[in-house]
């Protein structure tokens, strides 16, 4: 195995395990809530914290399904074109997808620079600035998982060859 | 920038392979840079992370999630062994019994590919082995897995209540008739395919049998009468109730049937939070997209252009439901609802139409877009577990469709259809 395969591996399994925490996560504050608010004591930060893990789901699960390219697109037609126009279109596409996460991890850090000393309103003692550090990070990570999952993704469409159109 | 040309640059990149969700992004920032200039691309960080954080999508997740365990748990087999033991005396009795299952696992799951993925693993095989066409398995199974989305909970139901503002449990209330109705024509289908080729009985109706696999399927008929009972009797909210679904998912496929595996479950948790990342980051994009219609008004200048032809609603309604269809054949049921809502809210509320009645107008029109090539994202999942070709098993899936059709043309021009119960309980 690679070290750029062990990497990759490690980086998947990092970023499942963390994903999954933050749906268990999520899961457990709404039933803590409900569970409150039937005993008459709601939790006057549930609404906040909860979506903030869905905005945190959000980001780090996208890297993720970057990585195993399951976010939707349509393939179908980058298959069937000639191999001599396939490469150039996909490297534009792929270029494409990086430039635009790489001005987000730019915007989203410059926000965090600017939201210095602001907490979150229901807990006073969270600085908005982690909660908003998933845009950086979320898009970094993304940059990431697109840049190794490539040569997959130029498997998957048929590289050179292309694919005959019953496999597809 | 002009709306047409930001329709065909997204459309450009979406043929170039970039995801739907980076061809939204981009367009929206290009849009925002040529209205704004750059000095407002930090707005970009700001929509994104808020467009990531709406309240009602909170129960996105959860169903999933609670889909996800379900699966896991045993929960889809033991309701296929009743509907085998109720419905396996009729002539095609393997597809009665995909239908009806489906219309069970309906009530407790929100998401069409999860149903395809659970009937389909058992139940394309059986039907395969018993010497049913792999087309007509693969076909069945879709049409029915479309059921999960008509009948409550829904996950395009909470999108579209998010979007349009509308009530997210008179939305689910709505659904309930037109599934039923969509479920009983399903069956009338396979019947007439059964008939017609002679398709096999599985067994002779014996009640003692179907006594055992109700009180092995007790706990599972449970589930719909506690989320969707919590939900509608307004004691949870939608969120809520999709926690509840976990919770109950848990409880009864980990204490009750004691069959749950961790590690397929974690493995499924994986799935769930890849599925629940694929819209919510479409959501996100899309917010950019809706910072850049609200600025520049389109949606409100193409209310007015269709309102200055025509004022009937039931003419725009037919002029919806033909361009739903059409875009159903290219866009995924959840880019559709983002793209698509959006834009059309501002006529939809001009004329006059009731936005519960337009959202299951909305709901019908993707369940057909998830049964017609090439975008149809259940019909490819069944067909990836039958091992068939998609066009040769749209053959089989025409006259599924064709019912679909009818109960969306119903549901269109007979409001009551929908909407007597949310009615009778809500109004």
Redesign the interface.
């Known amino acids: 195995m690679t070290s750029l395969m062990r990497f990759r591996r490690g980086f998947e399994a990092v970023l499942?395990a963390f994903?999954?925490l933050?749906?268990?996560s999520?899961?457990v504050l709404?039933?803590v809530?409900?569970a409150y608010r039937q005993a008459g004591a709601s939790l006057t930060w549930y609404?906040e914290v909860?979506?903030?893990i869905?905005?945190w789901?959000?980001?780090?699960?996208?890297a993720?399904?970057a990585l195993?390219r399951?976010?939707?697109?349509?393939?179908?037609?980058?298959r069937r074109i000639p191999a001599s126009l396939r490469l150039p279109?996909?490297i534009?596409?792929e270029a494409?997808?990086i430039?635009?996460?790489i001005?987000?991890a730019?915007?989203?850090l410059?926000?965090v620079i600017?939201l210095e000393g602001d907490r979150l309103i229901s807990l006073t003692w969270v600085p908005v600035q982690l909660t908003?550090s998933?845009?950086?990070i979320g898009a970094l990570l993304f940059i990431v998982a697109q840049l190794m999952s490539i040569p997959d993704?130029w498997r998957r469409?048929g590289g050179e060859a292309g694919l005959p159109t019953?496999q597809i | 920038m002009d709306a047409l040309a930001m329709l065909l640059g997204m459309v450009a990149?979406?043929?170039?392979?970039?995801?739907?969700?980076?061809s939204i992004?981009?367009v929206a920032?290009v849009a925002m840079i040529a209205l704004k200039g750059g000095g407002d691309?930090?707005n970009?960080?700001?929509t994104?992370?808020e467009g990531?954080?709406?309240?009602p999508?909170?129960a996105i997740?959860?169903f999933i999630?609670a889909g996800s365990i379900m699966n896991a748990g045993g929960i889809s087999r033991r309701l296929i062994e009743f509907c085998s033991a109720l419905l396996g005396a009729i002539r095609g009795g393997l597809a009665m019994v995909d239908i009806g299952t489906s219309i069970f696992f309906a009530e407790i799951s929100g998401s069409a590919v999860a149903d395809v993925a659970a009937m389909g693993s058992i139940l394309i095989p059986a039907m395969k082995k018993k010497g049913y066409p792999a087309e007509f398995a693969a076909a069945t199974t879709s049409a029915s897995g479309s059921l999960a989305i008509i009948i409550p909970p829904s996950i395009p139901m909470i999108l579209y209540g998010t979007i349009a503002g509308a009530s997210i449990v008179q939305l689910f209330v709505s659904g309930i008739v037109p599934g039923l109705l969509g479920g009983f024509g399903l069956m009338g289908v396979a019947y007439w395919y059964a008939r017609r080729y002679n398709f096999p009985v599985e067994q002779v109706f014996n009640l003692c049998r179907l006594w055992v696999a109700f009180k092995g399927a007790a706990w599972a008929f449970l589930l719909p009468v506690i989320i969707l009972g919590g939900i509608f009797g307004g004691v949870?909210t939608a969120?809520?109730g999709?926690?509840?679904a976990?919770?109950a998912a848990l409880f009864v496929s980990g204490v009750i049937y004691r069959d749950i595996d961790l590690r397929f479950l974690?493995r499924t948790?994986?799935d769930?939070?890849?599925q629940?990342?694929?819209v919510?980051?479409?959501i996100?994009t899309s917010a950019l997209l809706g910072a850049y219609l609200t600025e520049t008004r389109v949606p409100q200048a193409a209310a007015q252009w269709l309102t200055d032809l025509t004022n009937d609603r039931y003419v725009v309604l037919g002029l919806l439901n033909v361009l739903f269809f059409v875009l159903g054949f290219?866009l995924?049921s959840?880019?559709a609802i983002i793209l698509v809502v959006p834009i059309v809210m501002p006529l939809v509320n001009l004329i006059g139409i009731d936005p519960v009645h337009f959202g299951i107008i909305v709901t019908l029109n993707l369940a057909i877009g998830q049964q017609t090539p090439?975008?149809a994202s259940v019909l490819i999942t069944a067909c990836s577990i039958a091992k068939t070709?998609i066009w040769a098993t749209s053959r089989w899936n025409v006259p599924y469709i064709g019912v679909l059709i009818a109960v969306l043309l119903l549901v269109t021009y007979v409001p009551a259809v929908p909407l007597f119960l949310v009615e009778y309980f809500y109004r």
């Open positions: 499942a994903c999954v933050l749906m268990v999520l899961f709404v039933i809530a409900v609404d909860a979506t903030v869905l905005a789901l959000t980001y780090y699960g996208s993720l399904a195993k399951g976010h939707l697109g349509s393939p179908e037609v980058i279109l996909f534009v596409g494409l997808v430039v635009f996460f001005v987000l730019w915007a989203g410059e926000v600017l908003q998933v845009i950086p993704e469409l019953e | 990149l979406v043929l170039i392979n970039v995801p739907i969700a980076a992004g981009l920032l691309l930090l970009l960080a700001i994104m992370y990531a954080r709406s309240f999508l909170l997740p959860l999630l949870v969120t809520e999709a926690a509840l976990v919770l974690y948790t994986v769930g939070v890849i629940t990342a694929v919510m980051l479409l996100a290219f995924h959840a880019a090439p975008v070709d």
